[in-house]
């Protein structure tokens, strides 16, 4: 049957398809399980996103292409994909390329699934420019697309849902500054920041850094302020801790923006013992980025939401079906947490399945 003929497909062509782009590594794939039907309501829409909508009651299969696979963020975002296929009864796996954030294995997978006619795509871009021409193609087949946590236009797509990157970067440094000019580090009479983040590349953590830097400059014009990247690993986010400290021997304020190297941060802070040096404002909230704030090594963490992310397209692909086209821009929001907030926040986790 369909469902299932591209699910191995699309496998297939994951390991074939890799020698053409000169990769040495083959993607490899992490299906979701198969979803169960019980039913829900549609969100309200306004417009039809396609000249007919598809019939409701009938079970789709849905493509995740992803960035990587598991931890913090993108583990989340697949487990409330996985919810919301269970319960609008749909099937979909849940698929990223073997090295995390390659972008090139990103549009070979999506063209794999445009190619075998996924029903729709929810996807995360990295770059728009090289994104192009396969998201053309699947506008030109009429499958919905949706992406989290990055966008590209409303050519190329139908909606996106994830954090306001202007929204998070003045949050970013509007906490910064809050723990900066509390008593544990009003030593301090200016700012001089890293903000270590997954790529370079990354339109939307470019944008958020420039709300950073906008808002530390708009208080601390004289403030230094360093962008660098970490690639989602948390012994590259050390390792660049550790030598910006040595650049920069008065810093005092360190900003995570990827999940995955954020421990890696808060690591070296512990085993250094920075804690009283360095205001450090960690992303996401994994059970163990939590333990890192009660341990002192991060000051607080700001959680994106990855769960809502991956639940919510669902049902914006499922409202698009249906002719109802949801808002093109979707917030996810953000929240705080420090060490008050903590154990609320581990229960929220819980109820989700996110923590033991």
Same mark, same amino acid.
């Given at each position: 049957?369909?469902?299932?003929? %591209?699910?191995?497909?699309?496998?297939?062509?994951?390991? %074939?398809?890799?020698?053409?782009?000169?990769?040495?590594?083959?993607?490899?794939?992490?299906? *979701?399980?198969?979803?169960?039907?019980?039913?829900?309501?549609?969100?309200?829409?306004?417009?039809?996103?396609?000249?007919?909508?598809?019939?409701?009651?009938?079970?789709?299969?849905?493509?995740?292409?992803?960035?990587?696979?598991?931890?913090?963020?993108?583990?989340?975002?697949?487990?409330?994909?996985?919810?919301?296929?269970?319960? #609008?009864?749909?099937?979909?796996?849940? #698929?990223?390329?073997?090295?995390?954030?390659?972008?090139?294995?990103?549009?070979?997978?999506?063209?794999?699934?445009?190619?075998?006619?996924?029903?729709?795509?929810?996807?995360?871009?990295?770059?728009?420019?090289?994104?192009?021409?396969?998201?053309?193609?699947? &506008?030109?087949?009429?499958?919905?697309?949706?992406?989290?946590?990055?966008? +590209?236009?409303?050519?190329?797509?139908?909606?996106?849902?994830?954090?306001?990157?202007?929204?998070?970067?003045?949050?970013?440094?509007? +906490?910064?500054?809050?723990?900066?000019?509390?008593?544990?580090?009003?030593?301090?009479?200016?700012?001089?920041?890293?903000?270590?983040?997954? +790529?370079?590349? *990354?339109? *939307?953590?470019?944008?958020?850094?420039?709300?950073?830097?906008?808002?530390?400059?708009?208080?601390?014009?004289?403030?230094?302020?360093?962008?660098?990247?970490?690639? /989602?690993?948390?012994?590259?986010?050390?390792?660049?801790? =550790?030598?910006?400290?040595?650049?920069?021997?008065?810093?005092?304020?360190?900003?995570?923006?990827?999940?995955?190297?954020?421990?890696?941060? =808060?690591?070296?802070?512990?085993?250094?013992?920075?804690?009283? &040096?360095?205001?450090?404002?960690?992303?996401?909230?994994?059970?163990?980025?939590?333990?890192?704030?009660? /341990?002192? =090594?991060?000051?607080?963490?700001?959680?994106?939401?990855?769960?809502?992310?991956?639940?919510?397209?669902?049902?914006?692909?499922?409202?698009?079906?249906?002719?109802?086209?949801?808002?093109?821009?979707?917030?996810?929001?953000?929240? #705080?947490?420090?060490?008050?907030?903590?154990?609320?926040?581990?229960? %929220?986790?819980?109820? &989700?399945?996110?923590?033991?």
């Amino acid at each position: 049957m369909k469902k299932k003929a %591209l699910a191995m497909i699309l496998a297939a062509a994951m390991v %074939l398809g890799v020698t053409a782009c000169g990769s040495s590594e083959a993607p490899a794939t992490a299906p *979701t399980e198969e979803a169960s039907a019980s039913g829900d309501e549609a969100q309200e829409g306004e417009t039809p996103a396609g000249d007919e909508a598809a019939p409701a009651g009938e079970s789709k299969d849905i493509m995740f292409v992803s960035i990587v696979t598991g931890g913090v963020a993108w583990g989340s975002a697949q487990k409330g994909f996985e919810d919301a296929l269970a319960e #609008v009864g749909w099937e979909g796996q849940y #698929v990223s390329p073997t090295t995390a954030n390659d972008t090139a294995g990103v549009i070979q997978l999506l063209d794999t699934a445009v190619t075998n006619k996924a029903d729709g795509i929810i996807t995360v871009i990295l770059d728009t420019e090289q994104a192009t021409d396969v998201l053309g193609k699947a &506008r030109e087949a009429k499958i919905p697309v949706v992406t989290c946590n990055t966008f +590209t236009t409303e050519e190329l797509q139908d909606c996106w849902i994830g954090t306001d990157p202007h929204n998070m970067g003045v949050t970013q440094a509007e +906490t910064a500054i809050k723990y900066l000019e509390s008593g544990k580090y009003d030593q301090y009479d200016n700012i001089t920041a890293c903000y270590i983040q997954t +790529t370079l590349e *990354t339109e *939307t953590q470019n944008e958020q850094y420039k709300a950073f830097c906008d808002t530390i400059l708009e208080k601390y014009p004289e403030a230094t302020l360093i962008q660098d990247e970490c690639n /989602s690993d948390a012994a590259t986010a050390s390792d660049k801790l =550790a030598a910006l400290l040595k650049s920069y021997p008065d810093m005092n304020v360190v900003v995570s923006q990827d999940g995955y190297g954020c421990p890696g941060i =808060a690591n070296y802070v512990e085993s250094e013992g920075l804690q009283d &040096r360095l205001v450090v404002v960690g992303i996401d909230d994994s059970p163990e980025i939590l333990n890192y704030i009660t /341990s002192g =090594a991060l000051d607080c963490t700001i959680a994106q939401d990855f769960y809502t992310m991956g639940y919510e397209s669902v049902y914006y692909i499922k409202n698009i079906m249906e002719g109802n086209a949801p808002a093109f821009a979707n917030d996810s929001g953000t929240i #705080v947490i420090g060490v008050d907030e903590v154990d609320e926040h581990m229960e %929220l986790l819980k109820e &989700r399945g996110l923590a033991d």
